[in-house]
């Protein structure tokens, strides 16, 4: 059986649209200044689930939302039970300092990588606050982190595995369980 055959669909490409449409109101909502709002990529797919953010607040509000990369590999506590993969550079574009930062991440499991997100941030500065953003919350955490904006809580087991698929990176759109 091939793995596109088992894998379950958690979002549709249309619930994927209105969950980000969804998610950019909330945003919206919920920053005063968005002219003070930093969007902050956690790779690999929290880049570009940024990137998606980014043109849908420009589609609602006709500004230009800054937006940056924070790789958190050399925070990780969990290294070895993670493993590595090719480091990708931290890119932010303005002192953080007085930001609000919107930290963006495809799935929260565990909360270390949130965690090490943060930790690699404040190495750049002290932002005002930052808040977070994740597509999907599949539970199991083992640090007091919580999401700001959730797409959706999927209930999984520690051994199976959720992902975003994005048009511009995967050709096809979706949230899925493999």
């Not at 590595?84 to 499991?109: C, H, W, Y």
């Not at 932002?127 to 809580?153: A, S, T, W, Y």
Request: hydrophobic content about 40%; aromatic content about 4%; overall charge positive.
């Amino acid at each position: 059986m091939s793995k596109k055959a088992k894998r379950i669909v958690i979002l549709s490409e249309v619930e994927l649209r209105k969950t980000l449409s969804r998610l950019t109101s909330e945003i919206i909502e919920k920053v005063n200044n968005l002219d003070n709002l930093l969007l902050v990529g956690i790779p690999t797919r929290g880049i570009d689930l940024a990137e998606v953010i980014e043109k849908e607040l420009f589609r609602m509000t006709g500004l230009k939302i800054r937006k940056g990369v924070i790789d958190p590999t050399f925070y990780r506590d969990d290294q070895n039970r993670v493993g590595t993969r090719l480091i990708k550079a931290t890119d932010i574009p303005t002192p953080i300092e007085k930001q609000d930062i919107l930290l963006i991440d495809d799935v929260i499991f565990t909360g270390r990588t949130i965690r090490a997100a943060m930790d690699s941030l404040y190495s750049w500065g002290r932002p005002k606050r930052i808040l977070l953003l994740v597509m999907i919350d599949r539970g199991h955490r083992e640090l007091p982190i919580q999401p700001d904006f959730c797409g959706k809580k999927v209930p999984t087991s520690k051994n199976e595995n959720i992902s975003l698929r994005l048009n511009n990176v995967d050709n096809e759109e979706g949230v899925f369980l493999d």
